[in-house]
């Protein structure tokens, strides 16, 4: 039995999830656990990957506590592992549902893993809520399964003409040479953005009760970051929470046990969040058009012009 709500985030990569989720674990009773569906990759006992503390993941004290209290995720199959990060490909979107709908093996026993995650991060952190970052459509369907009723979805929206701006360039750790994210070409990242919006809009919302899910556009929170937190945290039932802000946009981080994810997140530090829409310089006129045309259902479906 779960006794944390869980908090799925879901959205384009880019969209600004490392910096909310990294100041939604500094509240007391909630863990941050960065993108989920990492773990059976990253923690591996020849991984170089790092958890959010600074440690790397196979080493980490508390990811090995988690581990130990979570047979089911630890003994996966490997075979269950590949599809856990085969269905990353849109190709495989589509096939996931139907393998949840036949109640195929694997999909029932990614589900009871990632089930068995949740509870042992509970167990061990005594927290009220869990915030999985993972984003991608496949294992927010498998965390609403998981969850049991008790998921709530927040959809990461932000202007893919930003988001494609941020794409270009790439993001690397000092400390962690393999935390990186490289640039990614224009039409990919155009691509990504439409396929994990219609998914998330067009899938996923239909997984949760209508008062279970909220979207929120990276441009509101950054405009107004504090108010936009506590209205957050309000809609999960914690509206008493002390917020780490030191002043409206201000917040000062402490390192997370998060397991995958931007490599902005290692490191606690203070940050003052803002948006400086880089794109309105940065995106070269046609690039920008060919964002525009493609993009056009959907961005203005969630307000972008």
């Not at 919006?197 to 949760?208: D, H």
């Not at 970051?225 to 402490?254: C, N, Q, Y």
């Not at 490191?267 to 525009?292: A, K, N, Y």
């Amino acid at each position: 039995m779960l006794d944390a709500k869980i908090l799925y985030l879901a959205g384009p990569g880019r969209s600004g999830s490392t910096l909310l989720t990294d100041i939604l674990g500094q509240i007391e009773g909630w863990a941050n656990v960065g993108e989920l569906m990492f773990f059976w990759r990253n923690r591996t006992p020849t991984s170089t990957r790092s958890c959010g503390c600074g440690a790397l993941l196979a080493e980490c004290e508390f990811w090995s506590e988690v581990a130990e209290r979570a047979p089911k995720a630890s003994n996966l199959d490997q075979a269950v592992i590949d599809l856990v990060y085969r269905s990353r490909a849109t190709s495989q979107w589509f096939g996931l549902v139907v393998r949840e709908r036949r109640h195929d093996a694997a999909f029932v026993q990614w589900c009871d893993a990632l089930a068995d995650l949740y509870a042992a991060i509970a167990e061990v952190t005594g927290c009220r809520i869990i915030v999985d970052s993972s984003k991608q459509p496949p294992s927010g369907l498998v965390a609403t399964a998981a969850g049991k009723g008790d998921v709530s979805l927040l959809q990461l929206t932000r202007d893919p003409r930003a988001v494609v701006t941020s794409w270009l360039h790439p993001k690397s750790s000092a400390q962690f040479p393999d935390e990186q994210l490289f640039a990614m070409r224009p039409s990919r990242s155009t691509f990504d953005w439409m396929a994990q919006s219609a998914a998330t809009s067009l899938i996923l919302r239909r997984r949760v009760p209508d008062e279970r899910f909220l979207r929120l556009a990276y441009e509101d929170f950054a405009a107004e970051p504090k108010p936009v937190v506590e209205r957050l945290v309000a809609w999960m039932g914690d509206a008493d929470a002390v917020l780490p802000f030191t002043s409206a946009t201000t917040v000062v981080t402490k390192p997370t046990h998060s397991i995958a994810g931007n490599p902005d997140r290692l490191g606690g530090t203070e940050r003052t969040i803002g948006d400086q829409q880089r794109w309105r310089s940065e995106l070269d006129p046609g690039t920008r058009r060919m964002v525009e045309v493609a993009t056009w259902p959907l961005a203005r479906a969630y307000g972008y012009r």
